[in-house]
């Protein structure tokens, strides 16, 4: 996509959706619910969420300023001191964090040149990596992908199958660059994965490969797709 216009257009409406479902789980979670480093419960997943978007609000604030953001380092789920300072936030102010943060990210994408979206070359940072994809990663699929993740722990599959497909439908309507589309159907692979929903997840799953083959090499290590691999339609997709 060279219109940079279309794309700006395309990142809010992304960014927006799952801003807009973070706030749609804060509102429905029970009150004082119960987590883990293992299950996390709905605060501190936005809370972290948002620290991960608020990553990505300052690396362009530091492209606005002529200057090199900051490295961030792999982030460990599991990691109980995470989840506890996550954990500790109230409901409340992570909801307003999360509105704020998620309106700065846009503003950021609207005074973004179009070199600065589209050019890896012109910040040797991005290590070669398109800036505008980056963004749709860490604020879009990402969460997204937590977000099903929730509902697929709490015993919520079909809610989890239905937040990806309407991510993949919004992406289409947005008419999203096909590595953006492709991200939003490999969530649904997942999703449909381990919902039992084995040959929705395949079909899927053949999609995010056809518009982003980049997913393909996690595919063929990603715990969620293990009941495809265990019944052979892994091998047969990735085969194709």
């Known amino acids: 996509m060279t219109d940079v216009k279309q794309l700006r257009s395309v990142m809010i409406g992304l960014l927006g959706f799952a801003a807009t479902q973070e706030q749609v789980l804060l509102a429905a979670s029970p ?12 605060v501190p997943l936005v809370a972290h969420n948002t620290e991960f978007k608020q990553q990505q609000v300052q690396r362009l604030q530091a492209i606005q300023a002529g200057s090199v953001p900051p490295e961030f380092g792999e982030v460990d789920h599991a990691s109980a001191e995470l989840y ?11 909801a307003q964090h999360s509105r704020e943060v998620s ?3 846009a503003d950021g994408v609207l005074a973004l040149g179009a070199d600065d979206l589209l050019d890896p070359a012109r910040h040797p940072w991005l290590r070669g990596r398109q800036l505008w994809l980056q963004l749709i990663v860490r604020g879009f699929w990402h969460p997204t992908g ?16 239905g937040l990806a497909a309407q ?11 096909a590595p953006a589309r492709g991200m939003a159907s490999y969530n649904l692979a997942c999703a449909s994965a381990r919902a ?8 899927a799953l053949r999609e995010a490969i056809g518009l982003n083959p980049d997913v393909k090499a996690n595919a063929s290590r990603d715990p969620d797709l293990a009941s495809l691999r265990d019944n052979g339609q892994l091998a047969a997709v990735l085969a194709n």
């Not at 009150?31 to 709905?42: H, K, L, T």
């Not at 506890?84 to 992570?94: I, K, N």
């Not at 991510?167 to 660059?177: C, I, N, Q, S, W």
């Open 196 to 203: 039992g929903q084995q040959d929705q997840a395949a079909a």
């Open 84 to 94: 506890q300072r996550c954990a500790s936030l109230p409901c409340a102010a992570v």
């Open 103 to 105: 309106g700065q990210l």
């Open 31 to 42: 009150d004082e619910e119960a987590g883990s480093p293992q299950q996390w419960a709905a």
């Open 146 to 161: 937590h977000l099903g993740e929730y509902y697929l722990k709490h015993g919520q599959p079909a809610q989890a199958v």
């Open 167 to 177: 991510a993949v439908a919004t992406a289409g309507y947005l008419d999203a660059p």
